[in-house]
């Protein structure tokens, strides 16, 4: 897999407040190694959408990662609100994540993540044109 970043990315993980850099670059390493293992992708495009980290597949939905000053001791991943991700995550991972609407998994400062559900979900969303027309999108 090619991993093609742009460049002002790094000065959004940069500038991240200490206390979040390492949750944030557990998230980015989580998607990129995810991408790797998922032979259907070629290239993960990193890059900044609505200023936040983002990571677009070919067949995929947009996939981001923030950090906000408003809520200081969490942080999320969000998905295209408008997919059936979100939605399907509750319903096989209610007991792993804690979700905003339609549009996140919110993780919280000492959160042990669940890895593995996380790659699931994310594998979901960087193939979710692939898997949409699935019941539980392939899960």
Same mark, same amino acid.
């Given at each position: 897999?090619?991993?093609?970043?742009?460049?002002? =990315?790094?000065?959004?993980?940069? /500038?991240?407040?200490? &206390?979040?850099?390492?949750?944030?670059?557990?998230?980015?390493?989580?998607?990129? $190694?995810?991408?790797? $293992?998922?032979? %259907?992708?070629? =290239?993960?495009?990193?890059?900044?959408?609505?200023? $936040? *980290? +983002?990571?677009? @597949?070919? &067949?995929? %939905? !947009?996939?981001?990662?923030?950090?906000? *000053?408003?809520?200081?001791?969490?942080?999320?991943?969000?998905?295209?609100? !408008? +997919?059936?991700? =979100? +939605?399907?995550?509750? %319903?096989?991972?209610?007991?792993?994540? $804690?979700?905003?609407?339609?549009?996140?998994?919110?993780?919280?400062? /000492?959160?042990?993540? *669940?890895?593995?559900?996380?790659?699931?979900?994310? #594998? @979901?969303?960087?193939?979710? &044109?692939? =898997? #949409? &027309?699935? *019941?539980?999108?392939?899960?």
């Amino acid at each position: 897999m090619k991993l093609k970043t742009n460049k002002n =990315v790094a000065t959004i993980f940069n /500038n991240y407040p200490e &206390h979040i850099k390492n949750e944030m670059a557990a998230l980015r390493a989580l998607i990129i $190694e995810t991408a790797n $293992e998922t032979k %259907s992708i070629d =290239v993960l495009e990193e890059t900044l959408k609505w200023g $936040e *980290p +983002s990571y677009i @597949t070919k &067949h995929g %939905s !947009t996939l981001r990662i923030d950090w906000k *000053p408003k809520t200081p001791n969490q942080y999320a991943m969000y998905f295209q609100c !408008t +997919s059936r991700l =979100v +939605s399907t995550f509750k %319903s096989i991972f209610k007991n792993y994540f $804690e979700f905003e609407g339609t549009r996140a998994i919110i993780f919280q400062l /000492n959160d042990e993540i *669940p890895k593995e559900p996380l790659k699931l979900c994310i #594998k @979901t969303a960087l193939t979710y &044109h692939k =898997v #949409k &027309h699935l *019941p539980t999108l392939g899960i």
